[in-house]
């Protein structure tokens, strides 16, 4: 049984639109049979990496510092897919990038290049084949989520894990809004998350209609510049 761990980095956690996305999503993992498991960043107390290293060369393996880190490490090493959740900030909220960091322990430092790059593997105890991403952002176009979806690929690649693709939602509060396309969105979402667990990967269609526009991107700036000058005008 294909075992499923999701990291939410949202700060507004079960509220959120990055929640919503991704409870869809593996909504339809469960239905495939996996196991799901879904953590939020926000909840953890893990401090910054120290970036000394030990967990390499001293400690291999192992974080020195003691927090909620040594609760997620098990769960990591027994995922066979890691599904990194996040809204796009500048570029992501701390906690996110906090976990992220701290995720050197399970990477071993056997360094080979490919493609150019020089990348090293997750230790032999980890189990993580597949990592995907789930992310939302507020402005209209596909490519603001760029930065995330980088990011993401990196750490696949830098751990020599296949990145399975990216569950991209732009706009992502007017789901709300237009309930019908919204839906449509969720649905495609569920189907994605059945798809990675049968089929081994997400189909191009399902994940276009998961980005698809909900609003003209004139009429998105617009509402967004209206919505800020009313802001700054009762402010001052």
């Not at 939020?40 to 393996?61: E, H, M, N, S, T």
């Not at 939302?136 to 020599?160: F, M, Q």
């Not at 081994?200 to 209609?209: A, E, F, H, N, Q």
Request: glycine share 6%; with cysteine.
């Amino acid at each position: 049984m294909t075992r499923v761990l999701a990291i939410n980095g949202s700060a507004n956690m079960e509220k959120g639109n990055t929640h919503k996305v991704l409870t869809a999503f593996l909504e339809g993992m469960k239905e495939a049979n996996a196991t799901v498991e879904t953590v939020f960043a926000k909840r953890l107390k893990i401090r910054p990496c120290l970036g000394d290293f030990q967990c390499w060369y001293d400690k291999v393996g192992e974080c020195i510092q003691t927090d909620d880190m040594e609760s997620l490490y098990p769960k990591l090493r027994e995922a066979d897919i890691l599904v990194l959740a996040t809204p796009v900030y500048l570029p992501l909220p701390g906690e996110m990038q906090n976990l992220l960091n701290r995720l050197m322990p399970i990477v071993e430092p056997v360094l080979e290049v490919h493609e150019g790059r020089t990348r090293a593997k997750f230790h032999d105890d980890v189990k993580i084949s597949k990592i995907v991403l789930v992310s939302v952002g507020g402005w209209w176009e596909k490519d603001n989520l760029g930065t995330v979806v980088r990011i993401a690929e990196e750490i696949a690649r830098n751990a020599s894990v296949e990145f399975s693709g990216a569950l991209l939602r732009p706009h992502a509060s007017l789901m709300n809004e237009n309930k019908e396309k919204g839906e449509e969105v969720l649905s495609a979402a569920k189907s994605a998350g059945a798809q990675l667990v049968r089929e081994g990967k997400i189909s191009p269609d399902t994940l276009d209609t998961i980005s698809q526009p909900l609003i003209s991107e004139e009429e998105l700036i617009e509402r967004s510049n209206v919505a800020y000058r009313k802001a700054k005008e009762s402010s001052s």
